[in-house]
């Protein structure tokens, strides 16, 4: 569906094959734990069987003496790091609590937290010996959820931690509230005293994982001259490379990082876990070393996103929202750094709301330092707003979207940030989501209800670069930087065709390491396809000019009499002068020599994307559990540069909010062990529990972009928890408040209203 | 070092024989003493199903079977469901209906989809659900992932 007029372009907009699909679909993909590499050897990591405890000494010397062993090593090993920030593209975090989660200081903060680092000549051995390592630990009460972090008496994680508060002063007790930053606007008060209608409820979500199948992975080879080698699957190559300057005290030029395919991301595998470890155990032994994480170790020690605790109030008056007051306390997990600020700024985004107070807490508790996931922190604030909205709807009589349409946000309104909207497409995805067959459609059948939300993501711009190099047979090598989690070589090489006026197969993409191509920042902030599309438009117009200088050479002719349209280069006033790109790429050597086009960006203008999703649901009373039975969303994307591509990341966005909303939780018992972490009971969505999940394409061009291309990737996962919620709502009378709505929540809920 | 057990076994058709340790799994044999590293590990504890290969025509987790158990068995990994470098028509749809995205579940996916169609070619929707309900998928929604096996089920190599 196209709701603005766009150009008629060639490649943009069909379905190719990706370049790296055959190589996927037979095994043949390379990933991080694939690498084998001579002389290599395996290795483990001890953790901490402690949620909170102070380490009073490591003992490593039976490890060390075992058969196997070739290295051990602690936190001592890693030099000492200033308290700089550091901005890996998603979530910053200084250097000194980086090195501390790496591998643990004088506390462990969480269960799971690396302790130390064995390397052997197998796995098997590394595992046996780090047994073989004695911990003394003096056990310390855990704090497992924000409102007992928040607590005057509650243990202290970092006893020299003192809260940064709105005025950007510090607090004079300890606390473990990190931040409190407060948004306001307006007078909500006054709007209060004149509603017709207020709201208010709290809300709470659980601390939920990414999910990607592929455990971390890490594999180092520390060389003999200083330098160091490190393969690993990470969304950024370039972000590895900088986390491992800082913490081991190398200059950036003296590491490469060698990206290898990713077995999923989506936010967590910005951050690095194993990769200084393995340094570390390769400078000792003297050997490349390969670290692996198991599936416990994922959702124990790597970074999963906040759960939290939010309070909204939101008044109508004449059916327009008029005031807005919410407060969200986050989960950073063990040091500080959850994506509260972003929620706080996402969530009343696609609306107009003139009086708003909010206030964003950023609470460390006893679990995993929390990472980046797929629109941080967006999805849990509009979980609340969400609700609330649906809510007024009811209240004032109005169907729910278009309540949202009426209240919409469009070009000129201003965030509560202060910053106004570009050109967005709110207005447009509601009405598309109202225009819906599925919407359209009668929900009938006890037990049942439709829900809808709607959600924002920012998108990010940053930094990319990329090289592109014609050969003489008229193809293109395009050499990039951006991992490529779902389909990216396709997409960029397909704008390099659309710019060039060449054939898609004629471009070859390839995602190259650190010495080899510039800074690239990470694939995250739905920013690929935008930023890293926007440098391979910017190759291909210095291509296209140099190739109009040369064709002004063969021709000698002036450049101003050439022009390059369809891939091919015209003289303006005689029409028996033109050559095909295939024709000047084979021409090479006689005008110059190589021709390589460069384009390098930082993205200022990444567009913001808006979602709306309908949802019907089943709820079965005596079992609590909830079907999915339709699901519809609707999504401005700017321009679908790879249609399949971007419904494959709504609908892959849409079944990670199901499986948030319906049954992800990490559970803990009181002693802050987790005590779900497998697959098994850490419970995502199969293919059995959904229905096919059906996609509406909505294209408001991007201004910033010079095909319109907006980010696609995170908004789908925002508003399916609300969407839900609101379903169920809707099918049972029963309003939930807190996530997941599991079959046992459902049961206990709906008896107790009995 | 564990004493090692000579294995004979088909693997991909063709006969082989390998060493191994009682405690390896047939997961980790693949991998580490043979190089096939098509077959990927999620949680090496038989929930994720992104290790699976065929076993005497049954889909198993090879994180969950022993290497030694491989013995006298016909073995068929991710790496032998082409024919040379002709396409499973499962490996052909997975590509035209985007079924994938990172891809790390995908070779797992093939090959569980592979024993579905080989046994009942006619599979509908409900069924190709209900039999790849043991692989996870956290990229695609398993939408494209359903419409490419439905595809793969129309095509006439596997009908036939």
């Known amino acids: 569906m196209t709701t603005t007029e766009k150009p008629d372009y060639k490649v943009i907009g069909t379905r190719p094959i990706r370049p790296d699909g055959v190589e996927k679909v037979t095994g043949k993909a390379l990933y991080g734990a694939d690498i084998h590499l001579p002389d290599l050897v395996q290795g483990a990591v001890l953790r901490s069987p402690h949620a909170h405890a102070r380490i009073l000494s490591i003992d490593t010397s039976a490890a060390e003496a075992m058969s196997g062993v070739l290295a051990v090593v602690t936190h001592s090993d890693l030099p000492v790091v200033a308290d700089k920030v550091l901005d890996m593209g998603e979530g910053a975090s200084t250097a000194s609590d980086m090195s501390k989660n790496v591998l643990a200081a004088d506390k462990a903060l969480y269960r799971g937290h690396a302790i130390a680092g064995v390397a052997a000549t197998n796995v098997h051995d590394a595992l046996t010996a780090i047994e073989a390592i004695k911990v003394e630990y003096e056990v310390l009460p855990p704090v497992l959820n924000v409102q007992d972090a928040m607590r005057d008496d509650a243990p202290l994680l970092d006893e020299s931690r003192h809260t940064r508060n709105p005025d950007g002063e510090e607090s004079d007790n300890a606390s473990n509230v990190a931040a409190h930053n407060r948004f306001e606007g307006g007078d909500v008060d006054a709007a209060y005293a004149e509603a017709d209608v207020v709201v208010e409820r709290e809300f709470d979500t659980k601390m939920v994982h990414q999910g990607y199948i592929e455990p971390h992975n890490g594999t180092a080879n520390w060389n003999s001259d200083g330098t160091l080698t490190v393969w690993t699957s990470t969304q950024g190559a370039f972000a590895v490379r900088g986390a491992l300057a800082e913490l081991l005290q190398l200059p950036v030029s003296r590491i490469r990082v060698i990206p290898m395919e990713i077995g999923g991301g989506f936010g967590g595998k910005i951050g690095v876990y194993l990769e200084p470890v393995a340094a570390l155990l390769s400078r000792k032994c003297g050997r490349p070393v390969q670290l692996t994480m198991d599936r416990t170790d994922v959702f124990q020690a790597t970074g999963p996103t906040s759960g939290g605790h939010m309070k909204g109030k939101i008044a109508v008056k004449d059916g327009k929202i008029t005031a807005a007051e919410v407060s969200l306390a986050f989960e950073a997990g063990a040091f500080p750094g959850s994506p509260v600020m972003a929620g706080a700024m996402c969530m009343l985004s696609p609306y107009e709301v003139e009086n708003f107070k909010v206030d964003a807490y950023d609470v460390v508790v006893n679990k995993p330092k929390v990472a980046a996931y797929r629109a941080p922190g967006a999805p849990n604030a509009s979980f609340c707003v969400e609700q609330l909205i649906d809510e007024l709807a009811r209240e004032t009589g109005v169907d729910p979207l278009q309540f949202r349409l009426d209240n919409s946000a469009h070009e000129g309104t201003r965030m509560i940030t202060g910053v106004a909207h570009p050109r967005i497409g709110q207005e447009e995805t509601v009405q598309a989501a109202q225009a819906s067959d599925h919407y359209n459609s009668p929900i009938e059948g006890p037990n049942r209800g439709r829900g809808v939300a709607g959600g924002f993501w920012f998108n990010a711009g940053m930094q990319s670069s990329v090289v592109a190099s014609v050969n003489p047979d008229g193809t293109v090598n395009l050499i990039e930087g951006s991992t490529d989690i779902g389909g990216t070589r396709a997409s960029l090489a397909m704008q390099l065709a659309e710019t060039l006026g060449i054939e898609y197969d004629s471009v070859r993409p390839t995602v190259v390491d650190t010495d080899s191509v510039g800074h690239n920042d990470v694939t995250g902030g739905s920013r690929t396809a935008y930023a890293s599309g926007q440098a391979v438009y910017e190759a291909g117009l210095d291509i296209q000019q140099q190739m109009v200088a040369r064709a002004a050479q063969l021709w000698e002719c002036e450049a101003e009499d050439i022009e390059y349209v369809d891939g091919a280069l015209r003289h303006t006033s005689d029409s028996e002068k033109t050559m095909t790109f295939a024709e000047l790429a084979g021409k090479q050597m006689e005008t110059g020599g190589p021709l390589q086009g460069r384009g390098s960006v930082v993205a200022r203008s990444p567009g913001a994307a808006f979602g709306v999703h309908v949802v019907d649901v089943e709820v079965d009373p005596d079992t609590g559990k909830v079907d999915i039975l339709r699901y519809t969303i609707a999504q401005d994307v700017g321009t679908a540069v790879h249609p399949a591509y971007v419904e494959g990341q709504m609908q892959g966005g849409v079944v990670q909010g199901i499986g948030w909303a319906l049954n992800e939780e990490y559970y803990y018992g009181e002693d802050g062990r987790m005590e779900n972490a497998s697959f098994l009971d850490y419970r995502m969505p199969t293919s059995l529990d959904l229905p096919m999940i059906d996609t509406i394409i909505v294209e408001v061009p991007n201004p910033g972009h010079p095909y319109g291309v907006r980010g696609v990737g995170e908004v789908p996962i925002v508003p399916p928890l609300a969407a839900i919620a609101n379903a169920v709502h809707d099918a049972t009378g029963h309003r939930f408040t807190e996530l997941p709505i599991s079959p046992r929540r459902v049961v206990e809920e709906l008896h107790n209203l009995q | ?160």
């Open chain 2, 1 to 160: 070092m564990p004493r090692r057990t000579h294995i004979q076994t088909t693997l991909n058709g063709e006969e082989i024989d390998f060493l191994c340790e009682p405690r390896q799994s047939l997961l980790e044999v693949l991998r580490d003493e043979l190089g096939l590293t098509g077959t990927k590990e999620g949680c090496n504890n038989g929930n994720c199903g992104a290790c699976s290969v065929l076993m005497d025509g049954r889909v198993v987790n090879s994180c969950c079977v022993l290497g030694v158990e491989a013995e006298g068995a016909d073995v068929v990994t991710i790496e032998g469901v082409a024919d040379g470098d002709t396409l499973h028509p499962l490996q052909q749809c997975f590509l035209e209906e985007a079924a994938l995205q990172c891809g790390v579940c995908t070779p797992g996916f093939i090959v569980a989809a592979k024993a579905l169609l080989d046994s009942e070619p006619d599979a509908d929707e409900g069924r190709v659900r209900h039999w790849l309900a043991g692989n996870l998928c956290r990229c695609t929604g398993y939408d494209k992932i359903v419409r490419a096996v439905l595809k793969a089920s129309e095509m006439e190599e596997v009908s036939a």
